[in-house]
């Protein structure tokens, strides 16, 4: 059975669509306070919390001077 009714879209409103110059970015540096969750690096010192894959034969053991993380 085909369903031959076809889907009534609303036209975007792109007036309220902001400019790429005008979204606020997010820098992503390596300092910043970090956790090991299992084969990921979570960093949850700056404005956006992200994560980094190291694998799961590596090991967070330290941070350094400049907020860096340490992997073993």
Same mark, same amino acid.
């Given at each position: 059975? *085909? +369903? +031959?009714? =076809? $889907?009534? !879209?609303?036209?975007? +409103?792109?007036? *309220?669509?902001?400019?790429?110059? &005008?979204? &606020? $970015?997010?820098?992503?540096?390596?300092e910043?306070?970090? =956790?090991?969750?299992?084969?990921?690096?979570?960093?949850?010192? @700056?404005?956006?919390?992200? @994560?980094?894959?190291? @694998?799961?034969?590596?090991?967070?053991?330290?941070?350094? &001077?400049?907020?860096?993380? !340490?992997? &073993?």
């Amino acid at each position: 059975m *085909k +369903n +031959n009714k =076809k $889907r009534k !879209i609303t036209p975007h +409103n792109k007036s *309220k669509w902001k400019k790429l110059e &005008e979204v &606020e $970015r997010f820098d992503n540096t390596l300092e910043g306070k970090w =956790k090991q969750k299992g084969p990921y690096l979570i960093n949850t010192g @700056g404005k956006l919390d992200y @994560g980094v894959y190291v @694998g799961m034969d590596k090991k967070l053991v330290g941070i350094d &001077e400049d907020g860096k993380p !340490i992997l &073993e």
